[in-house]
């Protein structure tokens, strides 16, 4: 059996992959590959927060890391952000070194008041460090290290066969009864309602980005009702800024359609 770390694009169902890892693999004590960063992340909690899932490049074991058109990927964050306008959310965020490595890290106490366009600023800078964490990941596959590449699209419409890639990856073969439950547990339907769970409205300053619902890890309004995640809906209701990223209207635009062709994707 591996026990990978599960990284991903935001809104490129990494969380379900993270449950689906996380079915697979038990709880484990602390890895001592990073005795800082689980000691930081996890706070004992391990039935909550094993396995480790990061939107941030780590290195150690193997790696799960799912990944989404960045475009779409950047419009979906864009809109759940958007829910959070005018509620106060982290604002200060840095870098701390850890092991060798600068992991970004957020100051939770330093709140402020989120615009609109500080959510998308905010989106798009979350999306656009997915290029370098792509890169590294890329390089790290050629120099030995284990990671499996989950593209969204190709798995949106065929969980099962995410749940037997996955398997594959961590060495795991579940029974028929798991895989059953595992793929029952998983759907699109019981995450949705996991993210409408009126748990999460009981306080109406709960934001997406810090509402985690136990077990499951979905968050607050997680998937969107309207598009349910599906992969182009959000080209068709954004084609005009869909054609302002085809132009690179602006430096961080250019940038966006540089990283989504390097990443194998058309615009």
Not at 69 to 98: C, W
Request: hydrophobic share 35%; glycine share 6%; charged share 25%.
């Amino acid at each position: 059996m591996k026990i990978p770390i599960s990284i991903g694009m935001p809104r490129s169902a990494s969380r379900l992959t993270w449950q689906i890892v996380k079915s697979l693999v038990p709880p484990e004590p602390p890895p001592d590959w990073h005795p800082d960063l689980v000691s930081a992340w996890c706070e004992g909690e391990w039935e909550y927060t094993w396995p480790l899932r990061a939107h941030d490049y780590l290195p150690g074991p193997g790696v799960v890391y799912t990944f989404r058109h960045p475009v779409e990927a950047y419009l979906s964050l864009r809109s759940r952000y958007m829910n959070d306008v005018g509620k106060f959310v982290p604002g200060q965020s840095g870098t701390k070194t850890i092991s060798g490595e600068e992991i970004m890290v957020v100051d939770p106490l330093n709140k402020v008041v989120l615009t609109k366009d500080a959510a998308a600023y905010q989106a798009m800078v979350a999306i656009g460090t997915q290029w370098n964490v792509w890169q590294r990941l890329k390089q790290d596959a050629k120099n030995g290290r284990d990671v499996l590449f989950l593209k969204y699209e190709d798995y949106y419409d065929d969980r099962r066969q995410r749940i037997l890639d996955i398997s594959k990856f961590v060495e795991v073969i579940p029974s028929d009864s798991h895989l059953e439950d595992l793929w029952n547990y998983t759907s699109l339907e019981n995450n949705a309602k996991r993210s409408q769970d009126p748990r999460f409205f009981e306080n109406e300053e709960v934001t997406f980005s810090h509402g985690f619902m136990g077990q499951s890890g979905m968050q607050k309004e997680h998937i969107n009702p309207e598009t349910m995640g599906r992969p182009g809906a959000y080209f068709k209701n954004h084609t005009k800024f869909v054609d302002s990223v085809r132009l690179g209207m602006t430096p961080a635009l250019e940038a966006l359609k540089e990283m989504t062709q390097d990443m194998g994707y058309e615009l």
